[in-house]
């Protein structure tokens, strides 16, 4: 079992819609970041949370600890946002091992 | 541009060779993690330096070793190649060695192993 699960895997919006991708984990963490994968490889840090809420331009990240939940949600979306996003966090007790959810593959239709 | 640089882009080896990777850090980043992506696992984390000293380790494989040199640049070397290690491999650095900092990710490097 993956300590950290995203959902859903894949997602295939139109343009302007909101999104939201999931992810939660089973065990207490201090942070979650979330990462942005482009489809030539290179990877883009989003956000790391410790809690509630942060806010870039059309994206948000939310986190509820209690919960072992995060969101990422993405507001008029466009084209360009089409990427894998990841969740990943480092798990107690591990020193600073950081494990990754599968990945969300997103893409934006025109 | 992230400001981690990473080299090579591409390599291409044989099985059993040797490979080594570099990768420099942001200016004023202390902490350097090495991650691998492979198609069937995903992103895994490989090993974490901080300041010159190993912080965590991961699934790092015997055959693989990592240092952080003075200047803070850090190479992972990776020995016995085999077809499995054929991957994209990215390091990130990082201001600090905790997990509330925000990492930078370079570019990655392209290893196949034929």
């Known amino acids: 079992k993956n300590e950290v699960e995203q959902s859903p895997q894949n997602l295939t919006a139109q343009e302007g819609e909101f999104i939201t991708i999931n992810c939660s984990y089973s065990?207490?963490?201090?942070?979650l970041h979330w990462l942005q994968q482009h489809p030539g490889g290179g990877i883009v840090s989003l956000f790391m949370?410790?809690?509630g809420k942060k806010k870039h331009g059309r994206l948000i990240a939310t986190i509820n600890i209690q919960e072992k939940h995060s969101s990422l949600h993405i507001t008029a979306s466009h084209p360009r946002d089409s990427a894998v996003y990841i969740c990943?966090?480092?798990?107690?007790?591990?020193?600073?091992?950081?494990?990754f959810g599968t990945g969300t593959s997103l893409t934006v239709i025109p | 541009d992230s400001g981690v640089t990473q080299t090579p882009k591409h390599l291409i080896t044989a099985t059993g060779q040797r490979v080594t990777l570099r990768c420099s850090p942001r200016s004023g980043d202390l902490s350097v993690y090495w991650y691998q992506q492979s198609l069937d696992q995903g992103l895994q984390f490989l090993i974490q330096y901080y300041n010159g000293e190993e912080r965590a380790k991961g699934n790092i494989l015997e055959r693989f070793s990592a240092q952080q040199f003075p200047d803070l640049h850090s190479e992972l070397n990776l020995s016995s190649l085999e077809l499995g290690d054929s991957a994209l491999y990215f390091c990130?650095?990082?201001?600090?060695?905790?997990?509330?900092?925000?990492?930078?990710f370079g570019p990655g490097t392209r290893l196949t192993v034929l």
């Open positions: 949370l410790s809690s």
């Open positions: 990130a650095s990082s201001v600090a060695g905790d997990s509330y900092n925000e990492q930078f």
């Open positions: 990943a966090a480092p798990l107690p007790n591990t020193g600073n091992q950081f494990y």
């Open positions: 065990v207490g963490i201090s942070a």
